[in-house]
Structure formats: structure tokens, C-alpha cells
């Protein structure tokens, strides 16, 4: 039972979406500063995908040079304070803390590079650029992680870069995903308002590349293409029921939730198909949204989830039930989601079955199926590149496309990973358009 009660007004909204990792106060930040030991050869580096110099802006920090430790996070990674939010740290940087081992908490590391980079944000500070100006222009399609990153680093080379966007906003899942709790909106929207008025690339919103005109077009005017489209929306399961009011998928849930979340409605009985970590937050989040009752299920056993285990405890901090080897056969009711009629299941030989006679039905009014995003977007039908079998783009080792002029990086590429890996490809390919448009 949750006990959240839904939203009513803003201050309700972000009551009941409190922020995990609130920002540290100066005292806060020079205190977990000081007990770094600034380790050599720093495991917490080596596990971060972007490889940021973690004891150095820990140290810039301890001695008061917070624009060094903000420039040292940038250097390494555009998206540093949506990172330090956002990033799963109990399993990169903060797992592998030295800490660890002796059993005391680890540093705070996301909270430190927040503490440094929101000072860099808010004061505009300037962040280092190349010299060179370059003749060629590069486009990219997609404002999320990966594009925008893309045209940091290529503005940085000092290439010409104008950024589509089909959405209203940049930030791709960033901003319209990730969950409330862990950062808000106007965060994400500050950090790119930020990056763009230092590296001065072109932002075009709502304007989507839809056809193969636009195709044409861009092929004509722009040197190279960088795809940082991400992917899809949730996958059908094909199961009867589907089509009934109130069964959504977990992508459009959120974004709805994040966009409009007083007119976003909720079930008071939800039930939320998945064991990924859009199924943790979807679940998460319709507790928060003030369902009374929150019932996770997952076809496999808990250790086989996909999810990180931290996930789960805070869905089930928040009230959130969980229950595993239960496959959903049908999604009953009449218009309406009225319930669900599952099955027991069990796994032989790593093969998943259904147990016999198991059956039996869980009554819900709503029902979140978080069981993947669909792995192109339409674009990609345009576009002749070469797909793997589950239709993400292929590249060489130097993130470049079947068609050279063309480059790729993020979930359209890895098929759906974390922000800070987005950031990561994105940053390589744009070094490798920077070689291919230099050697052409
Ligand atoms: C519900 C949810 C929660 C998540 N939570 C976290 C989290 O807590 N931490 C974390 O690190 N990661 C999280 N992720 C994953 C993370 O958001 C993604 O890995 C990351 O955003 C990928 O970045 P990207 O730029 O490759 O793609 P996206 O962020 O998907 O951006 C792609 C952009 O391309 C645009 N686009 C697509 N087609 C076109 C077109 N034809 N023309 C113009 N623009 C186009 C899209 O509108 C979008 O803005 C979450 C994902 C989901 C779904
Ligand atoms: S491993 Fe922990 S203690 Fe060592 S440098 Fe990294 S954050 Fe500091």
C-alpha cells in the first residue's frame, strides 16, 4: 500500500518526488571531499564508461578551485551534472570506491560532481574550445545524450553544427525518461542550455527528419550525419487485452508523467509488467503518483531481472510489491483494464515454462508494460544502412555507418544502455568524423 496521495499541485508533484541525491551544501561537499583518499591508479575511474578524473575534481574541490573541478568533469563528459544524478553510481564510480572493501560508505561521488558542475552552470563558466575554425558542416539528428555530446565535441573541433530534434525539447529519454526523483526537468534543460551557449552549436526543435526529402537534403548540405535517434517506443507483447483503456506502455507513462504530471492519470490498482529498470521506475513512479496498490510481476526469478537490485529496494521502499515467475497471459475487462489472468512459471533446462493449472487472475484498473522499447525509430527505414537482426544501426570500429558520410552512437547503436554511455560513443564518433572529414 502507498502511501503517496496524487498530486494535486506543483508543490504536491515535487513533494512526492523528493530528490534521492539532493545537492550537497559547501559544508556537506568539503566534508565527503576530505575523506577521498585520492587514490593511485583510482578503481572509481576505471569504472567510470567516461573515464573521468575523479580523485583530481575531488581534490579541486577539497582546496576551493570548483571551476578546475567542474572543467576536469567536463573535459571528460558533457552531460557531468545530469551524470551525477541520473548514472547508476552504486555500480560504477561508488561500486568500485576502495571503501567499499573495508565496509564504509563510499565516497559521494555523483553528489560531489553535482556540487561542482550545477556552480559551473549557474555562473556560465567558460569552458575550454579549440582554436581551429573548420569549413565543414556535420549534422546531427537527435537532441539526446549522444547528439548532443556529438556536437560538443565536434564544436569544440570547431566544425559547423546544427542539431534536429523531432521533439519539443532536447534531451531525448534524459529529460522526457529518467525519473523525477532522480533529477528534475528544468536540471537537464539548464545543463543544455549551458553546453550550447559554449560551444554555440545550432539547436532546430520540432523538427523532425521525417522523409526521404529531408534525407536528401541533409546529404546535399552537410558533411557528415551523426544518428543519435535513440530507439522506439514499447514493444507490443501481443497478448488479448491490449488494445483496452488504460494499459500503456512504460516510455509514453513517463514521459506523460514527466511533461504533464497533474493531468497524467493513474490507476489505483497498477500492475507493472517487466524486471528491467524502466519497469523499477515505472513502478516507482505510480506509487509516487498516488496509486494505492503497486504490483510489480516478472516472468523469470529475481536474480535473472535486468534491473539493479538498488531499484527494486526503492520501489519497495515506496510501497511497491513485487512478485516473480508470473507470466501474464491475457489483460481482461471490458473497455477497461479490469484485471489480469496470469500463470505460474519455472524455468528448466534456461528454457522458461508455464507451470500447469497455475493460473489466476489479479484484479488492477491500469496496466505498465515496461517490456522493452521497440529497437528503431521509423527514420531508420529511410536511411539504407546495414541493421543487425533487432534493427540497430551497425558501424565499424570507428562508429561509422555502412554508408561512410554517416555515424552513429547511443541506444541507437548499443541498444539501450545508460546516458553516460551515450555521452561516451557520441564523444568517439565525433573524433572519428573529425579524422574522416580531415583525411577526405
Ligand atoms: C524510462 C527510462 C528511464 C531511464 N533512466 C535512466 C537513468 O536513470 N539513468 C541513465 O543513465 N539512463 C537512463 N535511461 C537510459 C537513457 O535515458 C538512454 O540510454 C539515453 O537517453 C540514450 O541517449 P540517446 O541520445 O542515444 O537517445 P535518446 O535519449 O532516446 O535521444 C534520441 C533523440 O532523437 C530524437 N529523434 C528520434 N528520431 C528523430 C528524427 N527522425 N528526427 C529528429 N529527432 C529524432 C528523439 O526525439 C530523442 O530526443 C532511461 C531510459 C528509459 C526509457
Ligand atoms: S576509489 Fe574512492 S577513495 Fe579512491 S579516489 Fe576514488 S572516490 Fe576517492
Not at 565516497?107 to 556552480?119: D, H, M, P, S, V
Not at 567558460?126 to 539526446?144: S, T, W, Y
Not at 548540405?221 to 506502455?249: Q, S
Amino acid at each position: 500500500m502507498s502511501d503517496f496521495k496524487k498530486p494535486k499541485t506543483k508543490e504536491e508533484y515535487l513533494e512526492n518526488f523528493g530528490q534521492i541525491k539532493p545537492l550537497m551544501n559547501a559544508t556537506m561537499a568539503y566534508y565527503e571531499s576530505s575523506r577521498c583518499l585520492f587514490c593511485y591508479d583510482a578503481p572509481c575511474v576505471k569504472a567510470c564508461p567516461t573515464g573521468i578524473d575523479i580523485p583530481l575534481f575531488i581534490r579541486q574541490i577539497n582546496n576551493g578551485n570548483l571551476s578546475g573541478a567542474a572543467k576536469t568533469i567536463y573535459e571528460q563528459n558533457y552531460f557531468g551534472n545530469t551524470c551525477g544524478k541520473v548514472c547508476p553510481t552504486e555500480v560504477l564510480c561508488e561500486g568500485a570506491c576502495v571503501y567499499n572493501e573495508q565496509d564504509v560508505k563510499p565516497i559521494e561521488i555523483g553528489r560531489l560532481q553535482n556540487y561542482a558542475t550545477e556552480k559551473a552552470i549557474k555562473s556560465n563558466l567558460n569552458l575550454p574550445k579549440g582554436q581551429i575554425k573548420r569549413d565543414e558542416r556535420v549534422a546531427v539528428i537527435g537532441a539526446g545524450p549522444a547528439g548532443i555530446s556529438c556536437a560538443c565535441e565536434l564544436s569544440k573541433l570547431g566544425y559547423q553544427v546544427d542539431v534536429f530534434e523531432s521533439k519539443e525539447k532536447a534531451g531525448g529519454l534524459a529529460l522526457y525518461g529518467t525519473a523525477p526523483y532522480k533529477i528534475r526537468n528544468e536540471e537537464i534543460e539548464d545543463e543544455i542550455s549551458y553546453l550550447k551557449t559554449q560551444f554555440g552549436f545550432k539547436l532546430y526543435t520540432n523538427h523532425a527528419i521525417s522523409n526521404a526529402s529531408d534525407i536528401q537534403k541533409l546529404e546535399s548540405k552537410y558533411d557528415a550525419i551523426f544518428l543519435g535517434v535513440g530507439m522506439g517506443g514499447t514493444r507490443n507483447i501481443n497478448i488479448p487485452g491490449e488494445g483496452l483503456d488504460n494499459c500503456v506502455g512504460a516510455t509514453e507513462f513517463i514521459e506523460s508523467l514527466k511533461m504533464n504530471p497533474l493531468t497524467t492519470a493513474i490507476g489505483k490498482k497498477v500492475v507493472v509488467l517487466g524486471g528491467g529498470n524502466t519497469a523499477m521506475d515505472a513502478a516507482s513512479e505510480s506509487a509516487r503518483m498516488g496509486a494505492d496498490e503497486v504490483t510489480l510481476l516478472y516472468r523469470r526469478s529475481k536474480d535473472e531481472m535486468g534491473a539493479y537490485h538498488f531499484e527494486l529496494d526503492l520501489a519497495k521502499s515506496v510501497g511497491v510489491k513485487a512478485v516473480f515467475e508470473v507470466q501474464v497471459l491475457e489483460i481482461i475487462g471490458d473497455r477497461k483494464v479490469g484485471g489480469v489472468k496470469c500463470t505460474k512459471t519455472h524455468s528448466k533446462d534456461g528454457i522458461l515454462e508455464n507451470v500447469n493449472g497455475s493460473e489466476f487472475t489479479i484484479d488492477c484498473d491500469m496496466l505498465i508494460k515496461a517490456t522493452g522499447q521497440q529497437k528503431y525509430t521509423p527514420l531508420l527505414d529511410l536511411i539504407p544502412l546495414n541493421y543487425d537482426r533487432v534493427g540497430r544501426i551497425t558501424t565499424n570500429n570507428n562508429f561509422q555507418c555502412s554508408n561512410p558520410k554517416y555515424f552513429a552512437g547511443g541506444d541507437a547503436l548499443n541498444g539501450g544502455a545508460e546516458v553516460v554511455n551515450a555521452c561516451e560513443e557520441a564523444k568517439k564518433a565525433a573524433i572519428e568524423i573529425d579524422s574522416f572529414l580531415q583525411h577526405k
